[in-house]
């Protein structure tokens, strides 16, 4: 069984001035870190072979408002080597809400960073490709927040009939960035 | 003779569509009919199912919770159910453990038996379908003895489950546990060596153990290229550590290998569903003896001052949890389920994140189909078995 203190001595020797704090929940071990030794620490966890961190289970926030730092950036990992689960949990002011992106160590954080984007407004740099995920693509404002309300009204859209030529509806239809490369083709 | 044109064609599947399992859209460029390229959207079915958690009591999120991946409702409540009986800090007597076991393989089964049937009437053996709605119907009037809904039971609930069992409970599940295995075996006639099948499903949708495991694919998925791991085995909960059962994982995490690993794994839960049904006795208790999350039996809440209190404090507000968080996740019939919650002290939940395999597998996708044809889309999409009420939530 690995605990939270056992893994921080490790991580601190190999991440030298990583600042790690061992979390006191019950069901994981957890560590608190810093945005700043966050892809260090976890590019350590994921590519050093005993440790083996190689799972990403899941991706997500918490909104602290109007505690500060507001926002908590929380990753849940497993290891098969070691049959471990591992949380991290990073705090970022509300203010700055910037956190480096995890997913060129695992694809699966492509969506689960868009989504936290989508609903909270943290950004995640270098991700390069932030927009909306489950909300419609126009929507204002992060539904999660708790500063958001819980229902919103919006008043209905009724569509007009398009005009225009088959040029013009090609050069000014929204459409997912990605798509827009294949129109164009 | 004109010019023959050869650009790339994009096409629009979905959101309206009978092949995506719900309300999946995805433009697809096509070079005749080999998909050069994907972009999947999803949200069509966004219902901010976590925004509304955080203003119900705990017990009042289970309806919610079951219904974000509507075909597995009660592997989610049990999931949600244990993580804040880990938060509580509860120890759940055995005979509802057993129980609870019993429920969500039963609830695995019903939801591969859909899985089944629409897959294979996707890939055109249509007959199939009904033949497994026909057993899917034995296990939603199981559900009916034991909750009164068919297809979101409530049954489970934070302490234990919502009463005890019915009369009537045990003849049901066997007769239906004895039914299944020949049932299974005439589908499994129908379509594992059949030619059609096989041409339209072995060396489709591919992806590696490596990538699998990169893009976070637990369950069937992952499995079927070759990564064994189903969290009951690996982080076990609830006492299946306790029961004697297989984990079924393929080779070419192909869509074959998928539909392979998925009726086997309905044998499997058929093995630990006769296994529980033996440890449970037709009455005893249904849940932990905590007051303040237990309500007292109906005769007494007629009679008793003090249980007419109780019941009132837990129908009105509900208990509290300690502040802190946990996520204790079961493995879910499209892999690893849970809920991360989070508490701030009080009774109601502060944050309530759904772990959904669906948007995981959702976001796989692209690398299946590329590079296949447009008629593989339609198998590849039901055999990683999305369902897009946990994918949007």
Known sequence: ?185 | MSELRTETMTVNMGPQHPSTHGVLRLVLELDGETVVSSAATIGYLHTGIEKTAEQKKWQQVIPLVERMDYLSAQSNSYAFCLSVEQLLGLEIPDRVRWIRVLLVELQRINSHLVWLGTHAMEVGAISVMLYCFREREILLNINELIAGFRMFPSYIRVGGLREDLPRGFHEAVRQFLDRLPGKLDEYEDLLTKNQIFLKRTRGVGVISRANAVAYSLSGPIGRAAGWSYDVRKVFPYGGYESFEFQVPAGVNGDVYDRYLVRVEEIRQSLKICRQALDRIAPTGEWAVKDPRITPPPKDRVYTEMEALIQHFLIYSQGFTTPAGNAYVPVEGPRGEQGFYVVSDGTNRPWRVKSRSPSLLACQALAPMIEGGMIADVIAVIGSIDVVMGDVDR
Not at chain 1, 13 to 22: D, K, Q, R
Not at chain 1, 136 to 161: F, M, S
């Open chain 1, 1 to 185: 069984m690995i605990d939270a203190p056992t893994l921080i001595a490790r991580l601190a020797a190999m991440v030298p001035g990583a600042s790690l704090e061992p979390g006191s929940d019950t069901d994981q071990p957890t560590i608190h870190l810093t945005a700043d030794d966050l892809v260090p620490v976890v590019r350590v966890l994921h590519d050093t072979a005993d440790l083996g961190f190689s799972y990403l289970a899941d991706l997500t926030a918490v909104d602290w408002w109007p505690k500060e730092p507001r926002f908590e950036v929380v990753y849940h990992l497993a290891s098969f080597e070691q049959s471990a689960r591992l949380r991290l949990k990073v705090r970022v002011p509300g203010s700055a809400a910037h956190v480096p992106t995890l997913k060129r160590v695992w694809p699966s954080a492509d969506w689960l960073e868009r989504e936290v984007w989508d609903l909270f407004g943290i950004v995640f740099d270098g991700h390069n490709d932030l927009r909306r995920l489950l909300m419609p693509d126009e929507w204002e404002g992060h539904p999660l927040r708790k500063d958001y309300p819980v229902q919103v009204q919006v008043p209905v859209r009724i569509g007009e009939p398009l005009e225009g030529s088959e040029e013009e509806f090609r050069e000014n239809i929204e459409m997912d960035r990605r798509t827009r490369g294949i129109l164009n083709s």
